[in-house]
């Protein structure tokens, strides 16, 4: 990690990499609803095979998977056009960090390497410093309309079972009186 900040020109590090925009010209506006509140900002670097952050990432995926379940439980999941873009969106997210934690911990990378997240292009940049090449990988992102048509229909069929074992356990309370 110090290796890869010695040949870049970071402004600020956070906890699960640093940051390359300056700072003093233009203040940060990106805004995530993540704990690592930095890790997909296309200004954000991440070192691959740092252990301590892909740790972190790993631990802040487990709590938006949590937060994805959670929002499928609201009782106006299924009617909240409000709530449905929100998963989308977090859906994504969740999937582009996915990602990162991928490529950060792929073997097949050289240690050291300089990972940066692209989210408008789908894309992610990986920078070998000792080499001076850059490989850009696609990210294969699963459709977040389908995502969200499974979400609702588990929600669904979860509910009706619910009320069918809810009803036949109150028919067999009647049968016991």
């Not at 095979?49 to 299924?78: G, M």
Request: aromatic share 6%.
């Amino acid at each position: 990690f110090n290796e890869a900040i010695n040949n870049e020109t970071p402004t600020f590090v956070h906890e699960t990499g640093f940051c390359t925009q300056n700072l003093a010209l233009s203040p940060c506006t990106y805004m995530s609803d993540f704990e690592t509140q930095c890790a997909l900002c296309s200004s954000s670097c991440h070192v691959t095979h740092d252990s301590e952050a892909i740790a972190l990432l790993k631990k802040d995926l487990r709590v938006q998977t949590h937060n994805l379940e959670q929002v499928q439980e609201a009782l106006n999941f299924e009617t909240s056009t409000g709530i449905q873009k929100w998963y989308k969106t977090h859906y994504r997210n969740t999937c582009m960090l996915k990602n990162l934690i991928e490529v950060l911990s792929d073997d097949a990378i050289k240690a050291g390497c300089v990972v940066r997240l692209l989210t408008r292009s789908n894309s992610m940049r990986i920078t070998n410093l000792e080499t001076k090449t850059v490989e850009e990988r696609k990210l294969a992102l699963p459709d977040v309309e389908q995502a969200l048509q499974a979400a609702i229909e588990a929600k669904s069929d979860k509910n009706k079972d619910k009320a069918t074992n809810n009803f036949l356990s109150f028919l067999d309370s009647l049968k016991e009186e």
